[in-house]
């Protein structure tokens, strides 16, 4: 059972998609006041002390994912090493610093493609 409106769940999905309250309350044409109120009792009724709390809930709550700190410590490490792996295996431009002597130069590796008719470089 879900201990919250429809109206509540609404502006909680704004806050998570990084809406101020402003902007959830110009979008739903209503009063700042009252998006703060329905925000406050959405956080009284989920136990949540901050926002961000209240954004964990929804998280919780909408991908059935449980955030104890293990699984998060685990679930961020495995996100990391993908990451990491992702930028290894894929051939982008990035900078990469080297040292000369004393001090650092950064080089950037750029690919060369042909070029078109306003005779700047596509990549092929």
């Known amino acids: 059972m879900n201990p ?3 109206v509540e769940i609404q502006t909680i999905e704004y806050i998570v998609l990084g809406w101020t309250e402003k902007e ?3 979008k739903r044409k209503r ?6 109120r ?4 959405a956080m009284a009724k989920t136990g949540s002390c901050k926002q961000t709390d209240l954004v964990r809930w929804w998280f919780v709550k909408e ?3 449980d955030l104890n700190p293990l699984k998060r410590r685990l679930m961020a490490g495995f996100a990391l090493l993908m ?4 930028e290894l295996c894929t051939d982008n431009d990035y900078l990469r610093a ?6 650092t130069v950064k ?10 008719e306003d005779n700047n470089y596509y990549l092929t």
């Open 4 to 6: 919250l409106t429809p």
């Open 24 to 26: 959830i309350a110009a």
């Open 31 to 36: 009063s700042l006041h009252t998006i703060r």
């Open 38 to 41: 329905q925000v406050r009792s």
């Open 63 to 65: 991908t059935g994912i």
């Open 83 to 86: 990451l990491v792996f992702a």
């Open 98 to 103: 080297r040292k000369t002597g004393k001090r």
């Open 107 to 116: 080089t950037m590796r750029v690919r060369r493609g042909k070029r078109n």
